[in-house]
């Protein structure tokens, strides 16, 4: 798959607040820190290409927004990303993710716009899956500088560049998926927030501060299947 056009917006987070919002599982979620902090990410962006390995796309599945709210967690040891949302505009991609990855996936309506002159990314998304509680975004951003790559030992590097997701079963037992791709080709990053409902729906918003801002052109991704973690 590809992924274009990404926003990485970050906040740091008390990370007892964080904590409280993750699932019991088997094996554990052990929140990953940052200077002591954990940390909140929401990335909205666009995928294409998606298809499994060999096989071509399934009509309805090979191209949609997607827009995740995600943490960092480590279970066993290994460091990964945990989503507590990942909204989509593919009804059907919704539901083979959910039941393939078991990964919290919702119904939303999103529009992605390209604003000249630019290079502006407008994204609205605005979630209509049923009991999937409210959840709202609207942000303009814009790249700013040259791409570079994140250096090991920085906040940069430790936010982006996360090979590994998590994801729990209906009875709590948490499965691994091992994701290949270069270090992504990272830029500095402007954004206007509009609406920013993200995180209510799990009992709490967002700190009152500007967000940590880097922003992705493009990346092609290698995502395996989920194995027991």
Not at 91 to 116: C, G, H, Q, W
């Given at each position: 798959m590809r992924w274009s056009d990404l926003l990485f917006a970050h906040w740091p987070m008390d990370p007892a607040l964080v904590r409280a919002a993750l699932p019991k599982t088997s094996p554990p979620l052990e929140l990953d820190?940052?200077?002591?902090?954990?940390?909140?990410?929401?990335?909205?962006?666009?995928?294409?290409?998606?298809?499994?390995?060999?096989?071509?796309?399934?009509?309805?599945?090979?191209?949609?927004?997607?827009?995740?709210?995600?943490?960092?967690?480590?279970?066993?040891?290994?460091?990964?990303?945990?989503?507590?949302?990942?909204?989509?505009?593919?009804?059907?991609?919704?539901?083979?993710?959910?039941?393939?990855?078991?990964?919290?996936?919702?119904?939303?309506?999103?529009?992605?716009?390209?604003?000249?002159?630019?290079?502006?990314?407008?994204?609205?998304?605005r979630r209509t899956h049923r009991g999937g509680g409210e959840a709202e975004l609207e942000v303009t951003y814009t790249p700013q500088g040259d791409p570079f790559e994140a250096a090991q030992g920085t906040l940069e590097n430790w936010l982006t560049e996360r090979y590994r997701l998590f994801a729990a079963d209906r009875n709590g037992r948490v499965r691994r998926g091992e994701i290949q791709h270069v270090p992504w080709p990272l830029q500095r990053a402007t954004a206007h927030f509009g609406?920013?409902?993200?995180?209510?729906?799990?009992?709490?918003?967002?700190?009152d501060q500007p967000p940590h801002l880097l922003y992705a052109r493009e990346l092609s991704v290698k995502a395996a299947r989920p194995v027991a973690a």
């Amino acid at each position: 798959m590809r992924w274009s056009d990404l926003l990485f917006a970050h906040w740091p987070m008390d990370p007892a607040l964080v904590r409280a919002a993750l699932p019991k599982t088997s094996p554990p979620l052990e929140l990953d820190l940052w200077e002591g902090s954990a940390w909140l990410g929401i990335v909205p962006f666009r995928m294409s290409g998606i298809r499994w390995r060999w096989l071509p796309p399934v009509p309805g599945t090979e191209a949609f927004p997607e827009l995740n709210v995600r943490t960092y967690v480590r279970v066993n040891g290994r460091p990964g990303v945990w989503f507590f949302s990942l909204d989509a505009s593919s009804k059907l991609a919704v539901r083979v993710a959910r039941v393939t990855f078991n990964l919290p996936y919702f119904d939303a309506d999103i529009s992605v716009e390209s604003l000249t002159p630019g290079p502006w990314t407008r994204y609205q998304s605005r979630r209509t899956h049923r009991g999937g509680g409210e959840a709202e975004l609207e942000v303009t951003y814009t790249p700013q500088g040259d791409p570079f790559e994140a250096a090991q030992g920085t906040l940069e590097n430790w936010l982006t560049e996360r090979y590994r997701l998590f994801a729990a079963d209906r009875n709590g037992r948490v499965r691994r998926g091992e994701i290949q791709h270069v270090p992504w080709p990272l830029q500095r990053a402007t954004a206007h927030f509009g609406t920013l409902n993200m995180t209510r729906w799990l009992g709490w918003d967002l700190p009152d501060q500007p967000p940590h801002l880097l922003y992705a052109r493009e990346l092609s991704v290698k995502a395996a299947r989920p194995v027991a973690a």
